[in-house]
Structure formats: C-alpha cells, structure tokens
C-alpha cells in the first residue's frame, strides 16, 4: 500500500512562516504529479498548488508571490513553503501523489491525512 504523511502544521502570526511536508511511502514504482490543496471551515477543497515530476509549478492566484511548491524525488516528498501568510489563508492543507504502484499498471491519486494551518494574532 501507499501513505501520504504529512507534517509541518501549526499555529503562526500574520506575516508569518511555515513549511508543510509530505513524505510517501510503501510499494512505490513511480509519482508523478504531487499537489498541496486546502479546505476551510464552510468551504469547498481548493488547489494551492501543483508540481509536475518534471518541469514548471501551478500556483492558484491567491497564493502567487508568497508560497512555493517544491519536491525532493529521492525522498518522494513534497514541500509547501508559505511566507506572508494571512488570516485568510486559515485552513486544513491536504496533499496529493499521482502514484503508481510496483506490479500496477495504472497510477492512483493519493491524499494525506491533512495537517491544520492557522494564522492568528
């Protein structure tokens, strides 16, 4: 099988910083695309941002300038660094793989368990 563990989440004040990771593991031949999404509170699951296995990162507009996406292969994880964070940016970060597993011929998209991001003063 294939997890997704994500950490890297907290607490921070406006203005401030934090880095999510994702890390996969288990019977892994290949990922391809890997992704960050966030949910608020009310509010349906929207892309943050996208990273391709090779080539250039998606980014949805609210978030352009202040977050980047970026990915260690060998490791098959995914990081979200967030600078300038603001109140608004207050919800549960979810990533995802495109995966394919050792012995399938067809990939999966994956998602973690979710991990809380809260900017507050």
């Known amino acids: 099988q294939v997890q997704l563990v994500e950490s890297g989440g907290g607490l921070v004040q406006p203005g401030g910083s934090l880095r999510l990771s994702c890390a996969a593991s288990?019977?892994?031949?290949?990922?391809?695309?890997m992704g960050w999404y966030r949910q608020a509170p009310g509010k349906q699951r929207e892309l943050v941002a996208n990273i391709p296995s090779s080539g250039r990162a998606d980014y949805a507009d609210s978030v352009k300038g202040r977050f980047t996406i970026s990915r260690d292969n060998a490791k098959n994880t995914v990081y979200l660094e967030m600078n300038s964070l603001k109140p608004e940016d207050t919800a549960v970060y979810y990533c995802?793989?495109?995966?394919?597993?050792?012995?399938?011929?067809?990939?999966?998209?994956?998602w973690g368990q979710g991990t809380q991001v809260t900017v507050s003063s």
């Open positions: 288990g019977s892994i031949r290949s990922i391809y695309a």
């Open positions: 995802n793989a495109l995966i394919q597993r050792i012995g399938v011929g067809y990939t999966t998209k994956y």
